[in-house]
């Protein structure tokens, strides 16, 4: 098994030993900073067994506070938004850009996103400048847009590490698949998709397709309002119910061994 020495990874799992989480969506904006300090949010990361997570935020300096906190545990992915009124407009907005390109001269970041892409968008000078930055840091985009929208990106960007969040959000596991077959710099977060497991069985047709990629999946939370926060540890126990119905090598890929992977630099 490879250890990356990035995080403390643990390089084995006895077979009834609770899988650990990456937690490949988290969010920890303004409103939640009040109410869940630091310390607060590390705590709900032990009582959920998420032992990493992918955080970005509005305003960046979320982020920043959480990664100073705990820099063995948190990877920061900078978030374009400086304030939410930019999220309707920051495809056309080139100062967005120059701020991208400011703050991730920090050296601490592992992507650009989450950020939310019309598919009509893809081609825009900021993101076009985001596939340009991403290149040059070796960092991942992380779009929440549909597959038409995903697969501009991948187009565009062919040497770019694209995560896809919430798979589309409601892309079903055929369409899915076939992007997966047919750009290998693809991978896919599965939050807030209550499509993947019914009374906590794993659908048929995703079980299938993890199986048939196992590399390329990983879960994540998604934060996106305060009130996420309470259901946190519920997330990561619905999670393992679906988890603990694959093979134990598979689960543990899709529980936190990919996120792991794509997040150490190439």
Not at 51 to 79: N, Q, Y
Not at 201 to 210: G, V, Y
């Amino acid at each position: 098994m490879i250890c990356f020495s990035f995080f403390a990874l643990p390089c084995s799992q006895a077979s009834g030993q609770e899988i650990p989480i990456f937690d490949a969506h988290v969010h920890y904006s303004q409103p939640d900073w009040s109410i869940y300090p630091p310390e607060a949010i590390l705590k709900l990361f032990d009582q959920a067994g998420v032992k990493w997570g992918a955080v970005s935020s509005t305003p960046d300096d979320g982020t920043v506070r959480l990664f100073e906190h705990a820099p063995d545990r948190i990877v920061p992915f900078l978030r374009p938004y400086r304030t939410r009124s930019d999220m309707s407009s920051w495809t056309q907005d080139l100062s967005i850009l120059s701020y991208v390109e400011k703050r991730l001269q920090k050296g601490i970041y592992r992507g650009i996103g989450e950020f939310h892409l019309p598919a009509d968008q893809a081609q825009s000078e900021v993101v076009k400048g985001f596939g340009r930055l991403a290149l040059q840091y070796g960092i991942i985009l992380y779009a929440h847009t549909d597959d038409a929208g995903v697969e501009g990106l991948l187009r565009s960007y062919p040497k770019v590490r694209i995560l896809w969040a919430h798979a589309g959000m409601s892309a079903p596991p055929e369409t899915v698949s076939r992007l997966l077959d047919k750009y290998s710099m693809l991978f896919v977060e599965l939050s807030i998709r209550g499509d993947i497991a019914s009374a906590n069985q794993l659908d048929s047709k995703w079980k299938t397709l993890f199986l048939r990629h196992p590399d390329r999946f990983m879960v994540g939370s998604d934060t996106w309002i305060t009130s996420r926060w309470e259901s946190f540890v519920t997330i990561h126990e619905n999670y393992r119910h679906w988890l603990n119905q694959l093979p134990r090598e598979i689960a543990e890929k899709i529980a936190y061994k990919n996120g792991l992977r794509l997040i150490v630099k190439p």
